[in-house]
């Protein structure tokens, strides 16, 4: 038996690491990171503040990240992994990337894509949810009670 250090526990910690370097800069700490046969390819995170732009979620980086590497827009064969659900325009952006498989930790309740239409995703996308999820709202939840 070959056991295999790289699940979604795994990559969800890589994806972590991420939210904690957004919340480092005082961004909406969520982070992510996309993976090829286990390698990850793309890391990001939230750069909205410092980019002065309403677009620049963890994943639109990431995408734009993962498709440059591949030198390709497709990511059919790439899983993202984020700290948080994907908003509409996020998951809406993983349909035109065709990504293979979509892992999120913390379920967005106000704003995840979920919320509109599990349709956003492209159909053949594979979902996981609930990956260290109490990991990734505790980040979410210290931040929003600092700036309270």
């Known amino acids: 038996m070959q056991l295999n250090p790289f699940n979604d526990n795994y990559f969800m910690k890589e994806a972590l690491k991420e939210a904690q370097k957004a919340l480092e800069k005082n961004e909406v700490p969520v982070g992510c990171v996309i993976v090829c046969e286990n390698q990850i390819i793309a890391r990001a995170h939230n750069l909205n503040q410092k980019l002065n732009d309403a677009t620049a979620h963890a994943e639109m980086q990431a995408f734009t990240c993962a498709s440059d590497y591949l030198g390709g827009r497709y990511l059919n064969e790439c899983t993202l992994y984020v700290t948080l659900e994907p908003c509409v325009m996020c998951a809406g952006a993983s349909y035109w990337t ?12 106000k704003r995840g894509y979920s919320k509109l239409s599990e349709n956003i995703l492209h159909p053949k996308t594979e979902v996981i949810s609930g990956i260290m999820a109490s990991k990734c709202s505790e980040l979410l939840t210290t931040f929003f009670e600092k700036k309270r």
């Open 98 to 109: 065709q990504l293979k498989k979509l892992v999120y930790g913390a379920k967005d309740m």
